[in-house]
């Protein structure tokens, strides 16, 4: 099975899934189209969350850095008047100085990501969506900005005229991922930001033909027609389509089964389930109720 996933709903998912799907039969397809590098090293929000939560140690409160991390490191750089874009843990900057180095000596994300997993004792495959550079940029009344610019550093306040993957158009999809898509038959499109976390991943070439003939299962992220947390509502308008189940539907394309929230409006055919993980014991609930559907289908 492939789960193709953004950086908190997704993750939530993967909690309840490692419980119950052997760790060969697990792989997880991330996007990379948030990532952004700062102080001479790549910080890759979306891999890393994903990656702390099949390491174990993740931070479930924020579901950003890693549980118990300090901060010694961001507070210093401040005190010297170097403000952050992204403040990191002691710990999550240990992550990413090593990612960054690997990469300068000359490995790809795909190289550094399997290092890191394998450093961690994560037994699921890991992939980055490409080994390319794509970036998700918001254009804004005040010009264009990119993702975490808009939501870190002006805390998703801009208004949103519009946005595009910058560099999707060159871009190729990690030979990881093409192996998977060779290879694998199931397709979990997690609850993720289906404009900025799960958009990419389908826009890069050829990825949308490939999933063709697959069996395609899709978690909507809103939860009684609203995201959980983040600007999924804001981008979904700006993108064109409604900010409902429907709008997401008309994202995702062609898959074979659509869930959705038990409060959702959506009056297409979908199975409804409580979508809303609060909690271990909720990610477990939905990640039992999936794994039946994917196993009738």
């Known amino acids: 099975m492939i789960v193709l996933s953004g950086g908190t709903g997704t993750p939530k998912l993967l909690r309840g899934l490692t419980n119950l799907v052997e760790p060969s039969r697990l792989s997880v397809v991330v996007n990379t189209a948030e990532d952004i590098w700062a102080l001479g090293n790549l910080i890759s929000p979306d891999l890393d969350t994903v990656v702390y939560t099949l390491a174990g140690i993740g931070n479930e409160e924020k579901w950003w850095g890693i549980k118990g991390d300090t901060h010694h490191t961001s507070q210093f750089l401040r005190s010297l008047g170097c403000q952050e874009l992204m403040a990191l843990g002691d710990k999550g900057r240990a992550i990413n100085i090593l990612r960054s180095e690997l990469l300068r000596q000359g490995r790809s994300l795909s190289g550094a990501t399997d290092a890191l997993t394998k450093a961690l004792g994560i037994k699921n495959t890991v992939i980055p ?53 060779d290879s694998e038959d199931e397709i979990l499109i997690g609850p993720s930001n289906p404009v900025t ?13 490939r999933l063709k003939g697959k069996r395609i299962l899709a978690v909507s992220p809103l939860v009684g027609n609203k995201p959980v947390s983040g600007p999924a509502a804001k981008f979904m308008t700006a993108f064109g389509v409604p ?55």
């Open 129 to 181: 969506m490409t080994d390319d550079r794509v970036s998700t940029m918001i254009k804004t009344p005040e010009g264009e900005i990119h993702f975490q610019e808009f939501w870190v550093g002006r805390k998703g306040q801009p208004k949103v005229l519009a946005l595009h993957y910058q560099g999707i158009e060159d871009a190729k999809p990690s030979p990881g991922f093409l192996e998977l898509l």
């Open 197 to 209: 976390s799960i958009g990419p991943i389908l826009s890069l070439p050829g990825v949308r033909e």
């Open 243 to 297: 900010a409902n189940d429907d709008g997401v539907k008309a994202i995702l394309g062609d898959i074979d089964t659509f869930v959705v929230d038990r409060g959702s409006s959506y009056e297409g055919e979908c199975v409804r389930l409580d979508t809303l993980m609060r909690t271990g014991e909720d990610s477990l609930r939905l990640a039992r109720d999936l794994v039946e559907l994917i196993s009738c289908s």
